[in-house]
């Protein structure tokens, strides 16, 4: 069964920076949208960002200009490179999957595949 794995999460200070990756486990993922979502403690699950298999973007107002997702689809790879992280960015950060690019459904939160989160802590 198709995989995602996230890591790279970890407790940082306010203004500093993380990168989360995502391992896919089947190359057919690189021509899957990608994208990864998060959850703060109490709250729902939210969009963060979102990349097409040949890397088209798009991202959530609250962290655009600040996160930038990318991939690689040699090594099935997708990252979220975070910069100037805030305390409101404290959330498990999920990795996602799905055939179809259409920012509609995936704003919903309606992918295939998910991965198991990873925390990214982020202190005042």
């Known amino acids: 069964q198709a995989q995602l794995v996230e890591s790279g999460g970890g407790l940082v200070q306010a203004g500093g920076s993380l990168r989360l990756s995502c391992a896919a486990s089947e190359r057919t993922f690189g021509r899957y949208a990608m994208a990864w979502f998060r959850q703060a403690p109490g709250k729902e699950r939210e969009f963060v960002a979102v990349?097409?298999?040949?890397?088209?973007?798009y991202y959530a107002d609250s962290v655009k200009g600040r996160f930038t997702i990318s991939r690689d689809n040699v090594l099935n790879r997708v990252y979220l490179q975070m910069n100037s992280l805030k305390p409101e960015d404290t959330a498990v950060y999920y990795c996602?999957?799905?055939?179809?690019?259409?920012?509609?459904?995936?704003?919903?939160?309606?992918?295939?595949?998910w991965g198991q989160g990873t925390l990214v802590t982020v202190s005042s």
């Open positions: 996602a999957a799905d055939r179809s690019y259409s920012i509609a459904t995936i704003l919903q939160g309606l992918l295939e595949h």
């Open positions: 990349i097409s298999w040949n890397g088209a973007t």
